[in-house]
């Protein structure tokens, strides 16, 4: 109960900041699309991509944080219920033998 509990403390933060990398490289999206004539007329392309890639490279180390929270959580409720299966069988198998 305790991983769930940190996991999904961890798990919630993450998602947020997912969020606002998503929001953050959305706007910069927005923001160059909406100004695209005077993107093209300065030739400043690559500059404004690069930005852009930085964002998602930002949103990606999250997104890749959130899901290893993720996995931890859903790893350790597998490894209690398969524990718990394989300990009741354990103790089926034994009493059955006595």
């Keep these: ?11 919630s933060k993450y998602e947020k900041e997912v969020g606002a990398e998503l929001a953050a490289a959305g706007t910069i999206a ?8 005077t993107v093209q007329a300065y030739g400043c392309q690559d500059k404004l991509a690069q930005l852009y890639d930085n964002n998602l490279v930002l949103l990606q180390r999250v997104k ?3 899901r290893a929270v993720s996995a931890l959580m859903i790893g350790t409720m597998f490894f209690v219920v398969y524990a718990s299966y394989g ?5 089926t198998s034994r009493s059955s033998t006595l």
């Design 87 to 91: 300990l009741g069988f354990c103790k």
């Design 30 to 37: 927005e923001e160059i699309l909406s100004s695209i004539r």
């Design 64 to 66: 890749y944080k959130a």
């Design 1 to 11: 109960m305790v991983v769930l509990a940190v996991s999904i403390k961890f798990s």
